[in-house]
């Protein structure tokens, strides 16, 4: 069986967040055995999983993205502004989508792991995000 949820995520500020939450807030009576797929509908943000604990986890990540892929590099795409090309790369580095296992009726994440969105532009606006389970 198949179960499909579309969740509209409010807007974030540029940046990291976890959203684990988030996602948990939306699932209800999830199977024994499955997998939940995370997809974003978006060309300028990504989802990930990574250190939930630790804050700086986050800052590093924007600040080595930063140096990757800079804003004041000679982009043909530039016309909805500086943050706009460096995120669609951004998001293709990172992904679209994330796959967990469910295990006993709950997402089956390491101790240390969350669920990220991962922002991009520095005014994206609220993201929507397709929720898969697969039992």
């Not at 990757?68 to 706009?84: C, K, R, S, V």
């Not at 101790?111 to 898969?132: A, D, M, P, S």
Request: charged content about 20%.
């Amino acid at each position: 069986m198949v179960e499909q949820i579309e969740v509209q995520l409010p807007p974030y500020n540029r940046g990291f967040h976890l959203i684990t939450e988030e996602i948990s807030k939306n699932l209800s009576n999830l199977p024994d055995k499955g997998i939940l797929n995370i997809f974003i509908k978006h060309t300028s943000a990504a989802i990930a999983i990574n250190e939930n604990a630790d804050y700086t986890v986050r800052t590093d990540f924007e600040s080595f993205l930063s140096k990757l892929i800079p804003e004041n590099f000679n982009y043909a795409h530039d016309f909805e502004g500086l943050d706009d090309m460096p995120a669609h790369l951004k998001t293709s580095i990172i992904g679209q989508f994330v796959s967990i296992p469910i295990t006993n009726h709950r997402l089956n994440l390491g101790t240390w792991q969350g669920i990220y969105l991962c922002e991009f532009r520095n005014y994206g606006g609220g993201r929507k995000i397709v929720i898969t389970i697969i039992n």
